[in-house]
């Protein structure tokens, strides 16, 4: 394999991502640049699953930034790839019409199952030393769960609710009320068990990916509700019970002290309880003892696909 250079476009529900990365000859590759803005493409899509005008805007400028970033750094190969937002909305034509017409890239729409079966590679090769799990990638509109053992993904699955969507649609972004907590874990708690893998794969530990998850992680390390004293949250390991705790401390803060918690980004705090609900709810139906952070996803898992396609190629 020679040595090239590439762009890939990560467009999430409530962020992008721009990351350069180059592949090297003996198939490894060096991240080179990285640069993540919050475009909160899903937001106010609700039932009517439209992706606001407003919100489209603002994306392309984002991604008008990108593609500056990628041409000054020379680059020709370019991986668009999009997911739920995109992959559940109305006018997704619209939108990708316009990211081609005013842009100039091609976005690759992943459906579900592609979005989890990345996550797994990811994973897979970043936490070579974890033997089974069921990995939880919580979105701005989708989680995605993964069961697996022995390097063998035993179920790929994408469910429709995220950070964004589960807070707009449950009140869950300023002073929360308990019953919009329990209204919400009910339709979560239900979308898990409609899996039937509870029983399966009781007491497996569980794999955090997603920005709600990240703040997690920063949040026990920051507030000292974990003290494993690491100097990198990949790896990272908390008890279910911690995730309980933290989770009690910040739904009864209002959004404007969530806004100056440690570890959280203040653009975080209006979807931080809801973008948490996820694993909450997968650590109870499955009575996992503990969590684990991984900072390898989708775009890892991407990489690696490509870098096995030019290695075979060869």
């Known amino acids: 394999m020679q ?5 890939i476009i990560d467009l999430g529900s409530n962020s992008a ?53 990628i041409d000054k750094n020379g680059i020709t190969e370019i991986h668009g790839i999009t997911t739920a937002a995109v992959r559940t909305a ?23 199952e592609e ?26 509109a989708s989680v995605e769960v993964v069961p697996y053992q022995n390097k063998k993904a035993e179920l790929e699955v994408s ?17 929360v009320k308990e019953e919009n907590i329990h209204r919400a874990c009910e339709k979560i708690q239900k979308s ?13 530990p569980v ?40 989770f009690h401390t910040i739904s009864h803060m209002t959004r404007e002290e969530r806004e100056h918690l440690a570890g959280l980004e203040k653009n975080r705090a209006d979807i931080i309880i809801s973008g948490l609900l996820p694993v909450l709810n997968l650590t109870r139906v499955l009575r996992s003892p503990s969590v684990i952070f991984s900072e390898s996803g989708v775009r890892e898992g991407l990489i690696f696909e490509l870098i096995a396609k030019e290695m075979k190629e060869e």
């Open 207 to 246: 794999i955090l990916l997603g920005g709600a998850n990240r703040s997690l992680a920063k949040m026990a390390e920051k507030n000292a509700w974990t003290s494993c004293g690491v100097d990198q949250l990949h790896g990272l390991s908390i008890t279910q019970e911690h995730v309980k705790e933290i």
């Open 90 to 112: 109305k006018n997704q034509k619209e939108f990708l019409d316009r990211v081609r017409e005013e842009v100039g890239i091609e976005l690759r729409i992943l459906t579900g």
């Open 3 to 7: 040595k090239k250079k590439i762009a």
């Open 17 to 69: 991502r721009l990351v350069l990365e180059q592949f090297n000859s003996d198939g490894t590759y060096r991240e080179l640049l990285r640069e993540k803005e919050d475009t909160r493409l899903s937001k106010g899509m609700g039932e009517t699953l439209l992706l606001q005008v407003s919100q489209m805007d603002k994306t392309i400028e984002v991604l008008k930034k990108y593609k500056a970033v």
């Open 192 to 204: 898990f068990q409609e899996l039937a893998f509870e029983k399966q794969y009781e007491g497996w």
């Open 159 to 175: 469910l429709p609710f995220g950070a964004v969507n589960l807070s707009e649609k449950f009140e869950l972004a300023d002073k």
């Open 115 to 140: 979005e989890a079966h990345y996550d797994f590679l990811g994973v897979l090769d970043c936490l070579p030393d974890v033997k089974r799990a069921v990995i939880l990638d919580t979105g701005g």
